[in-house]
């Protein structure tokens, strides 16, 4: 296991150029003592690490230094051949480029051991990480999106608004990200970052200006904050239930459940669930007849009895 972490520290030296002990720490999780030793254990082994104090500094490799030391153990073979969601390779043009990668990487592994585990993996586990629901969206301009990123280029698009209406923007691309199928760019204007959905661009064009990157911009965290905030902000509708056990695996369908109490003397579970909309509310209520009772809010129960009592005096 260290000798692992030691070759780790190597390549990831070799490869950032400069990493405070905190940054190792976080990436290897570890301790900063236990970088502090290994990195001691590297220098009595002969390898020329270095240590720079002060603002930007941190641990780096002597200019000179380089290692082909790239040795996978079996866990790291498998997570390199668990199969990526070929729809997202292909919204990107990498399918076959991916395709490709991965055979040449299967052909490099030493010992055919390796290979089978490799082989083994990819046969095992498939990704796809489209819901049921979802359309394939029209990516026409995720290629201009992409070009824009590579070349570290400001972007001059049109985008439509929530409301349909168009506007003019002018953005530093900081990154794309795919949620399902459906892919945002995630750009700074105006002294902030948001998110733009590909789908609603509407015309794209390179701009021969630079793009402003922020020099601690984290694509990952930022959409980790960035979800999470969005999901916090969602229009939430609470409402109470008392109804037959024999639904509660059908409510989970149609509602996000988020208590389910015991059973009272009649076999009844009191339920809670979260909507978006009291309209919600009140189609779940209906849809399940007599096999549920709402208990709150008091006006949606009032609401649902005189959609029944209409629906009874329809068919009568």
Same mark, same amino acid.
């Given at each position: 296991?260290?000798?692992?972490?030691?070759?780790?520290?190597?390549?990831?030296?070799?490869?950032?150029?400069?990493?405070?002990?905190?940054?190792?720490? %976080?990436?290897?999780?570890?301790?900063?003592?236990?970088?502090?030793?290994?990195?001691?254990?590297? =220098?009595?082994?002969?390898?020329?690490?270095?240590?720079?104090?002060?603002?930007?500094?941190?641990?780096?490799?002597?200019?000179?230094? #380089?290692?082909?030391?790239?040795?996978?153990?079996?866990?790291?073979?498998? #997570?390199?051949?668990?199969?990526?969601?070929?729809?997202?390779?292909?919204?990107?043009?990498?399918?076959?480029? #991916?395709?490709?990668?991965?055979?040449?990487?299967?052909?490099?592994?030493?010992?055919?051991?390796?290979?089978?585990?490799?082989?083994?993996?990819?046969?095992?586990?498939?990704?796809?990480?489209?819901?049921?629901?979802?359309?394939? %969206?029209?990516?026409?301009?995720?290629?201009?999106?992409?070009?824009?990123?590579?070349?570290?280029?400001?972007?001059?698009?049109?985008?439509?608004?929530?409301?349909?209406?168009?506007?003019?923007?002018?953005?530093?691309?900081?990154? +794309?990200?795919?949620?399902?199928?459906?892919?945002?760019?995630?750009?700074?204007?105006?002294?902030?970052?948001?998110?733009?959905?590909?789908?609603?661009?509407?015309?794209?064009?390179?701009?021969?200006? #630079?793009?402003?990157?922020?020099?601690?911009?984290?694509?990952?965290?930022?959409?980790?904050?960035?979800?999470?905030?969005?999901?916090?902000?969602?229009?939430?509708?609470?409402?109470?239930?008392?109804?037959?056990?024999?639904?509660? =695996?059908?409510?989970?369908?149609?509602?996000?459940?988020?208590?389910?109490?015991?059973?009272?003397?009649?076999?009844? +579970?009191?339920?809670?669930?979260?909507?978006?909309?009291?309209?919600?509310?009140?189609?779940?209520?209906?849809?399940?007849?007599?096999?549920?009772?709402?208990?709150?809010?008091?006006?949606?129960?009032?609401?649902?009895?005189?959609?029944?009592?209409?629906?009874?005096?329809?068919?009568?």
């Amino acid at each position: 296991m260290r000798a692992d972490r030691l070759l780790s520290i190597l390549l990831l030296l070799q490869t950032h150029t400069r990493l405070t002990g905190r940054e190792l720490a %976080e990436r290897l999780e570890v301790s900063e003592r236990t970088i502090h030793r290994d990195m001691e254990s590297l =220098s009595s082994a002969g390898v020329p690490v270095m240590a720079e104090r002060g603002a930007g500094g941190g641990w780096s490799l002597s200019e000179s230094y #380089s290692t082909n030391l790239t040795g996978l153990n079996f866990t790291e073979i498998q #997570s390199l051949f668990i199969a990526a969601p070929i729809h997202l390779m292909a919204d990107l043009g990498l399918r076959q480029a #991916s395709e490709a990668a991965l055979i040449k990487l299967l052909a490099a592994l030493p010992g055919e051991r390796s290979r089978h585990d490799a082989a083994f993996m990819r046969q095992r586990i498939h990704i796809d990480g489209a819901g049921w629901q979802q359309e394939p %969206e029209l990516l026409e301009w995720l290629p201009v999106v992409q070009e824009a990123l590579w070349q570290e280029g400001k972007l001059h698009m049109t985008y439509q608004r929530n409301d349909g209406t168009s506007a003019e923007r002018e953005v530093d691309p900081l990154g +794309l990200v795919a949620k399902g199928r459906i892919w945002y760019l995630v750009a700074n204007v105006d002294n902030q970052t948001r998110t733009y959905r590909i789908s609603r661009i509407q015309k794209a064009q390179i701009s021969d200006q #630079s793009v402003q990157r922020p020099p601690d911009f984290d694509l990952a965290a930022f959409w980790r904050e960035s979800s999470a905030q969005f999901k916090a902000n969602l229009p939430r509708y609470c409402a109470t239930f008392r109804v037959d056990p024999a639904i509660v =695996s059908d409510m989970r369908y149609a509602g996000h459940i988020e208590h389910v109490s015991s059973a009272d003397a009649d076999g009844w +579970l009191t339920v809670e669930v979260r909507f978006d909309v009291e309209l919600e509310a009140r189609a779940y209520a209906l849809g399940f007849g007599g096999q549920l009772e709402v208990l709150s809010p008091v006006e949606l129960r009032d609401t649902v009895l005189r959609l029944a009592q209409d629906v009874i005096k329809r068919h009568t």
